[in-house]
């Protein structure tokens, strides 16, 4: 069975441009959850998907954005990148809303100059 | 909100046990997790606690008292692949889905 797969892993962008991060959660699996990893803060929530829904959202400003497709695949979206967006960003899925653990993938390092 | 501590950083020797502390301050404690990761891999689930007690897995264990919201992860026969950053995360009951609080981690380092 293959893991949660994200793409790209790595990708370099300037300050002001926007992003697009895509999940493909484990074969079977409903929901997703995104967070931000950075040295200083460590593993952050951004928001979690389910059938389509955004479910629950973390303390992260409006430019943080996500969908999830009917598919479940989910994408991120981070718009007026800043310097502080430079992170780990990771994707979890697990098999519905509240079943647990979660599975994470292997990230998309976004390096911001 | 919530608040999850854990040490930074712990060192230990092949073969040795080392246990990691976490404490955890929430308004709804809905369960437990540990999870290992590798330097620039993802995590990886080790462990969940909702009731209190000792849940043990192989050479891995895990310990949890709600009442005095704390947990322990312990990790015995050290060998030199258990070098990683343990996460240990609380879900919270008002989010009512998967939405885990981390702490910063704690980076073990086990020398031969």
């Known amino acids: 069975k293959a893991g949660v797969t994200q793409t790209p892993r790595y990708l370099i962008k300037t300050r002001g441009q926007q992003v697009t991060l895509s999940c493909s959660p484990i074969?079977?699996?409903?929901?997703v959850s995104w967070y931000q990893q950075t040295p200083g803060q460590g593993l952050q929530f951004l928001f979690e998907?389910?059938?389509?829904?955004?479910?629950n959202k973390g303390n992260f400003p409006g430019r943080f954005s996500g969908r999830q497709f009917s598919n479940s695949r989910s994408e991120m979206n981070v718009s007026t990148l800043e310097l502080g967006d430079s992170a780990l960003y990771l994707c979890?899925?697990?098999?519905?809303?509240?079943?647990?653990?979660?599975?994470f993938g292997d990230g998309t390092r976004l390096s911001i100059l | 909100g919530q608040n999850i501590d854990q040490p930074t950083e712990m060192t230990a020797t092949e073969g040795a046990i080392v246990q990691i502390n976490c404490t955890y301050q929430t308004s709804g404690f809905n369960g437990l997790f540990w999870y290992q990761q590798h330097a620039g891999e993802a995590p990886t689930f080790l462990s969940y606690n909702v009731l209190d007690g000792l849940e043990e897995k192989g050479r891995f264990s895990s310990f949890l008292s709600r009442s005095k919201g704390y947990s322990y992860l312990l990790l015995k026969e050290l060998q030199m692949k258990d070098s990683a950053s343990y996460l240990c995360a609380v879900r919270d009951l008002s989010s009512g889905g998967n939405k885990l609080t981390f702490g910063g981690g704690t980076r073990v380092l086990v020398k031969p």
């Open positions: 074969s079977g699996h409903r929901s």
């Open positions: 998907y389910f059938s389509e829904t955004q479910r």
């Open positions: 979890a899925s697990s098999p519905g809303q509240g079943a647990l653990p979660q599975h």
